[in-house]
């Protein structure tokens, strides 16, 4: 489902570059769970950010279902976004203008769906919210806003789900009931999930944890380097 070949990155600040990834290699079967841990700065959310195509490497190639990312137009990876990826960020991304039900069916509604409320309606029943679909985020909790984000990733069914830190600024009883509902969606619909997190123990969930250091990414199950393997 997700294959990235020799991916580097790098930002320039100032007269410094910053190598943020360097020649990574990672490959993800459909359905598969990947938690990808590292110290703050290791580029974790840099990598979150390639497989969402908001960026295009500096080189090496991104692949979503056998299409490459980095060789699409800025239209094509819009609706490659669009149809075929969900993603939940830590600090939640609501439209405050907006209640949660309309949160939810924007990108449905974007994408033209005429079932756009209905769909919506019944992703906020699945995430626990059928009677809060008439709040707005200032109006919900912490907890309430993540689940709402939540829907709003999974509301047109993608095949992948990132989700950079979801429980980040929840407390940890909040924390535990989102941890337990992401993987129960991502059973039900059987999406492959990628998962960025601090929590060693909510990494312990997925089916393999990665280790992004220094550029590198290492399987912590097996202590081989990912992007030393063969392809």
């Given at each position: 489902m997700i294959e990235l070949h020799d991916v580097s990155m790098h930002y320039t600040l100032?007269?410094?570059?910053?190598?943020?990834?360097?020649?990574?290699?990672?490959?993800?079967?459909?359905?598969?769970?990947?938690?990808?841990?590292?110290?703050?700065?290791?580029?974790?959310?840099?990598?979150?950010v390639l497989l969402a195509g908001l960026e295009r490497p500096?080189?090496?190639s991104v692949s979503l279902d056998g299409v490459r990312l980095d060789a699409l137009s800025a239209d094509a990876l819009a609706d490659m976004r669009r149809d075929h990826v969900g993603i939940v960020f830590q600090s939640f991304h609501l439209v405050p203008s907006l209640n949660a039900l309309d949160n939810v069916a924007l990108p449905?509604?974007?994408a033209g769906r005429p079932d756009a409320a209905t769909r919506a309606r019944e992703q906020l029943a699945r995430v626990g919210l059928a009677e809060r679909t008439t709040h707005y985020p200032a109006q919900l909790s912490?907890?309430?806003?993540?689940?709402?984000?939540?829907?709003?990733?999974?509301?047109?069914?993608?095949k992948v789900l990132l989700a950079d830190e979801p429980t980040g600024n929840l407390d940890d009883q909040t924390a535990e009931g989102i941890r337990d509902l992401l993987f129960e969606l991502n059973t039900q619909?059987?999406?492959?999930?990628?998962?960025?997190?601090?929590?060693?123990?909510?990494?312990?969930?997925?089916?393999?944890?990665?280790?992004?250091?220094?550029?590198?990414?290492t399987e912590v199950s097996t202590g081989r380097r990912v992007d030393a393997l063969p392809a």
């Open positions: 100032g007269a410094s570059r910053i190598d943020v990834l360097k020649g990574v290699n990672l490959s993800v079967d459909k359905g598969e769970r990947i938690a990808i841990v590292g110290p703050s700065g290791s580029g974790k959310t840099t990598l979150i500096a080189s090496g449905l509604q974007i912490g907890g309430e806003q993540q689940r709402v984000a939540i829907a709003r990733a999974l509301v047109h069914a993608p619909s059987k999406t492959t999930l990628l998962l960025v997190t601090h929590d060693l123990d909510f990494a312990a969930r997925c089916d393999r944890i990665v280790r992004l250091h220094d550029g590198h990414l």
